[in-house]
């Protein structure tokens, strides 16, 4: 079956750096995508990946090893508006998107 | 209208009403999507539309059915709702089904 797995909520401090590990299961590949979902807003992209590596955007990066299954959203200088879900999703053979239940991301400051 | 638009924002409805759910985009793009988003789970998708006169069953199509007469409109219509399909939907769109989907803003449907 398909699936996509990544932590229910994270807690991290304001001015800190946090990782976001995604793991996936898909028949076929055609990419991950990170989107971002404040709480009763839409999601909105953040990032993608079809090769291995790091993607660096300004304070997001965002990385895929293909052959491990695995997707990690780096998010540094975190600022109180980078509260919010955090959306992993993989690309199956028929190009549609499989995603994850969100990690909900908690700043103190 | 610049984006995605969704209608109505939210609706409690009787279970067995008929309801459609509007979505408008105006991008010009040529795939549609229609989401859930259920507490606890992710984004699952009901159908989808790749280009206008086409359309195709998602994860989750069952008490659901879309059209797509256009470009810009992907009408989703609940024949007969239930309680089960309390939820939040997206809409959702792409230029390409292999690039990045924009979203509306969602619909919160209540079925008592």
């Known amino acids: 079956g398909q699936n996509i797995d990544q932590p229910t909520e994270m807690t991290a401090t304001e001015g800190a750096i946090v990782q976001i590990n995604c793991t996936y299961q898909?028949?076929?590949?055609?990419?991950l995508f990170w989107y971002q979902q404040h709480a009763g807003e839409a999601p909105t992209f953040l990032s993608y990946?079809?090769l291995d590596g790091l993607e660096e955007k300004g304070r997001f990066s965002s990385f895929l090893s293909r052959s491990k299954g695995y997707s990690y959203l780096l998010l540094k200088e975190l600022q109180m508006k980078d509260s919010a879900s955090y959306l992993c999703a993989a690309m199956d053979s028929n190009y549609q998107l499989i995603w994850g239940a969100g990690t909900k991301l908690i700043i103190k400051p | 209208i610049a984006g995605i638009t969704q209608a109505p924002t939210s609706q409690i409805l009787a279970a067995g009403r008929r309801m459609t759910l509007r979505c408008t985009q105006d991008m010009r793009h040529n795939a549609m999507y229609w989401y859930r988003q259920d507490l606890g789970l992710g984004l699952r998708l009901i159908h989808y539309s790749n280009t206008a006169g086409t359309t195709g069953k998602g994860e989750v199509p069952d008490g659901y059915s879309v059209s797509r007469a256009n470009t810009d409109d992907f009408p989703l219509t609940l024949a007969s709702a239930v309680p089960s399909q309390t939820s939040v939907y997206f809409c959702?769109?792409?230029?390409?089904?292999?690039?990045?989907?924009?979203f509306g803003p969602g619909t919160r449907l209540t079925v008592l």
């Open positions: 959702a769109s792409s230029d390409g089904s292999y690039n990045e989907q924009f």
């Open positions: 898909t028949s076929g590949f055609n990419g």
């Open positions: 990946n079809v």
